[in-house]
């Protein structure tokens, strides 16, 4: 918290003042630094468990509640709630597993199928430039 307001001092006194601004400017750069660290430190990303999806989510389509009244309540942003309910709609009981989403499960097992597509296409390949030169030499 006295970071915060550190910042938020140095910043005024920053705009208020150019003629301070033009003595210290070497100082620019520490207050790039400060204000990334604090950002950081304010903005981390938050996750949440499967539980507290489901009861968002059922507190949304069961009971009724608008996805505006829910985000203010649970201090959640509107966005991530439509996600919520989109994925739970498409998915079901299957939305949420671990702490990924099922689009990333899904995505991340297409490109499991993919790779092992790629394989076989290339073993395919090999099989067959061996089988030409099997011909050649009988």
Not at 6 to 17: E, G, H, P, R, V
Not at 63 to 81: M, W
Not at 89 to 94: I, L, S, V
Not at 109 to 131: D, G, S, V
Request: net charge positive.
């Amino acid at each position: 918290m006295y970071a915060i307001i550190c910042l938020i001092n140095w910043t005024a006194i920053n705009k208020a003042d150019t003629k301070y601004n033009r003595l210290w400017k070497g100082y620019n750069k520490l207050d790039t630094k400060l204000r990334e660290i604090v950002e950081r430190f304010i903005m981390a990303r938050r996750k949440f468990d499967k539980q507290f999806k489901n009861s968002a989510v059922k507190l949304i389509l069961e009971e009724g509640y608008s996805v505006k009244e829910v985000s203010q309540e649970l201090d959640v942003h509107a966005n991530s709630l439509y996600r919520w309910v989109q994925e739970v709609e498409e998915y079901g009981e299957n939305a949420f597993p671990g702490n990924g989403t099922a689009l990333a499960d899904a995505q991340h097992k297409i490109k499991l199928l993919e790779k092992e597509n790629r394989y076989l296409q290339e073993e395919l390949e090999l099989l067959k430039k061996f089988r030409v030169f099997l011909k050649r030499s009988k």
